[in-house]
Each structure stands twice: as C-alpha cells, then as structure tokens.
C-alpha cells in the first residue's frame, strides 16, 4: 500500500527524511499487513507513544502518535494495523527496552527454591517501578477501552506464564509445599505479584524496594516451600 504524499511546488524537492522513510516502508510492505516497514520508524513510533501514554493517558489518538513521531497517519497503521496493536505493540517493545527476557534468564538461574522467589520478587519490583506511568493508566482504562484491555491482557498472559514456570521449577525440585498445586500456587503468586499490591504497599504504605523484597519473599516462603 503506497502513501499518498501531497507536495507543494515549493516543498517537493524537500521531502523530508520521515516521508522518506514512509514511503520506503510502504513500498516494502506489500499488502500492508501489520508488522512491516523500517524498524527505526517503528521504534519511534512506540518510543513517542510510550512518552504520550505516560504523560496523557491511554485516550490517545493515532494523529497526535503521528505527529509527535514526526510519519504519517498512515505509517502508524502500517506498522500497527489500529489503535489496539499498536498499545500491544507499546507494551511488548516495554518489555525488549527493559530487556525482560535478559532478566527472566536470570531469575531461573537461581541455585535454590528461596532463591528463585527472592529473585522473582526483586525483578518484580524494579519491573513495576519502571513501567508504573503507563501501567497506571492501562490498567484504569482497562474496563472501558478494548484497545487498551487487549494491551494490558497481552502482558498478564506473559506474566501468568511465567510464573507458572517458577512454580513448575519449585515443584521440580521437590520444594513445592503439601497442599498446593502448580496451578493454584501459581495463580497465588501472579495475584500477589500484580500492580496494585505493589502499588499500595511501596507508594501508600511507604516500602522501600529491598523491605518489598525481603517481606514478599518470607511471606511467600513460607507459604509455598516445604
């Protein structure tokens, strides 16, 4: 799908370096399915959109991403298809600048079972602390805007996920306590873990982040291992 630039006489031998780069990703696209185009618009894209949410809200409008990205309209639909994938794109592109993948590695490199929490619980926090702006607002437009709702659904998925593989590990290893399923255990610990118990006990009640640590730690400790 080819963008449609409209040039005055004066100004069409000045495009500009984004137009450009429009124009290049539409031609590579194809059928202009979501996904395709130059990576660096697409990073630009998202990295704008990052500093909108953060600051505006989740209302955003794909004009304001476009302008403030310095491509077009349709550049944005290009790479994101609509406003709900480019919130799931937003989140997902969160997760690579924070090298989340880099982190999990390390969390399943723990030696023991209580280790394995205190890491889990240690990268929850520095997670958390990172993305509150914009989980502030995914998750308190979540109920009254599907975009939104699919973006902040896509990363609890992940995060069940991964939690139920810590407790799988816990399990594995013979350390996982009489009473508990992997399932169950799991689902504990993606809802302990979640935003809003963070939220109130290091913002409202005042925890620092090696006192959420250490506490969250015991208090699971103690419920999950043998």
Excluded: C
């Excluded at 290049?24 to 399915?33: D, L, P, T």
């Amino acid at each position: 799908l080819l963008l449609t630039l409209v040039y005055t006489a004066s100004t069409r031998s000045k495009r500009s370096r984004y137009e450009e780069v429009d124009m290049v990703s539409s031609e590579n696209a194809g059928n202009g399915s979501p996904g395709y185009g130059d990576p660096e618009t697409r990073e630009r894209i998202l990295t704008v959109t990052w500093e909108l949410v953060a600051e505006h809200g989740a209302g955003l409008r794909l004009g304001d991403v476009a302008k403030a990205a310095g491509v077009s309209r349709q550049a944005v639909y290009l790479h994101f298809g609509d406003r709900a994938g480019l919130l799931v794109g937003l989140v997902q592109h969160m997760d690579q600048v924070l090298r989340l993948d880099t982190a999990i590695e390390q969390v399943f490199a723990a030696p023991a079972s209580d280790e394995l929490l205190w890491r889990t619980m240690r990268l929850n926090t520095e997670f958390w602390e990172t993305v509150a702006p914009v989980a502030r607002v995914l998750l308190a437009a979540q109920h009254d805007d599907d975009a939104v709702a699919a973006a902040w659904r896509d990363r609890m998925d992940l995060r069940r996920g991964v939690f139920g593989s810590i407790i799988q590990r816990i399990a594995d290893a013979g350390d996982l306590a009489d009473g508990w399923t992997v399932d169950r255990a799991a689902a504990t610990l993606y809802v302990v873990a979640a935003f809003e118990p963070w939220r109130e006990l290091t913002g409202e009640l005042g925890w620092d982040h090696d006192t959420y640590v250490d506490e969250m730690t015991r208090v699971l400790s103690g419920a999950f291992l043998a």
